[in-house]
T-cell receptor, first 112, second 109 residues
Framework: DAGITQSPRHKVTETGTPVTLRCHQT?????MYWYRQDPGHGLRLIHY???????DKGEVSDGYSVSRSKTEDFLLTLESATSSQTSVYFC???????????FGQGTRLTVV | EDQVTQSPEALRLQEGESSSLNCSYT??????LFWYRQDPGKGPEFLFT???AGEEKEKERLKATLTKKESFLHITAPKPEDSATYLC??????????FGTGTRLTVIP
């Protein structure tokens, strides 16, 4: 397995609270991604990073922010969680933008 | 509009009964097509990358093929451990990656 660790693996939070999910890699890959996966939808890109402090928006970025202060860590923050952000979140890494991505085990987030 | 469609949504096979999964796409400039396997409660696991029409890749009982409009994942003599959801993803000319919703495969002993 690619060295990707997501934490926490499960979280229940209340509407309006901030939440931060962490992704840690040991592969030294340049690109890191945050996706969400919901029933009836394919994996959808939230944000991605192409280097330390270099990030860009994905398809469903509203309500989310990211930070990458070190090559190995990519944080996803929900500033004020809403019920529509209940989902399974996956971190992924790749060597380059158009090479295969390797995924973490996911974080199941429930906003009540 | 870029779109990826997988069919069927679900497929039940007897052990040893070969079949194919379909991924059709309409995107502006294909840079690559990826197949993943996802087990319940886990992240997608990379299987294949295809870059150009006519290309084929094989791994054990799986074979992926690519045309200008679609890709097939052929499963030969499947076993129960092949049961999973298979995801297709397309990398567009604008370097965006779009995933299909997957085919849930169940192989019955």
């Amino acid at each position: 397995d690619a060295g990707i660790t997501q934490s926490p693996r499960h979280k229940v939070t209340e509407t309006g609270t901030p939440v931060t999910l962490r992704c840690h890699q040991t592969e030294n890959h340049r690109y890191m991604y945050w996706y969400r996966q919901d029933p009836g939808h394919g994996l959808r890109l939230i944000h991605y990073s192409y280097g330390v402090k270099d990030t860009d928006k994905g398809e469903v970025s509203d309500g989310y922010s990211v930070s990458r202060s070190k090559t190995e860590d990519f944080l996803l923050t929900l500033e004020s969680a809403t019920s529509s952000q209940t989902s399974v979140y996956f971190c992924a890494i790749s060597e380059d933008r158009d090479t295969e991505a390797f995924f973490g085990q996911g974080t199941r987030l429930t906003v009540v | 509009e870029d779109q990826v469609t997988q069919s069927p949504e679900a497929l039940r096979l007897q052990e040893g009964e070969s079949s194919s999964l379909n991924c059709s796409y309409t995107v502006s400039g294909l840079r690559g097509l990826f197949w993943y396997r996802q087990d319940p409660g886990k992240g997608p696991e990379f299987l294949f990358t295809l870059y150009s029409a006519g290309e084929e890749k094989e791994k054990e009982r799986l074979k992926a093929t690519l045309t200008k409009k679609e890709s097939f994942l052929h499963i030969t003599a499947p076993k129960p451990e092949d049961s999973a959801t298979y995801l297709c993803a397309v990398q567009t000319g604008a370097n965006n990656l779009f995933f299909g919703t997957g085919t849930r495969l169940t192989v019955i002993p």
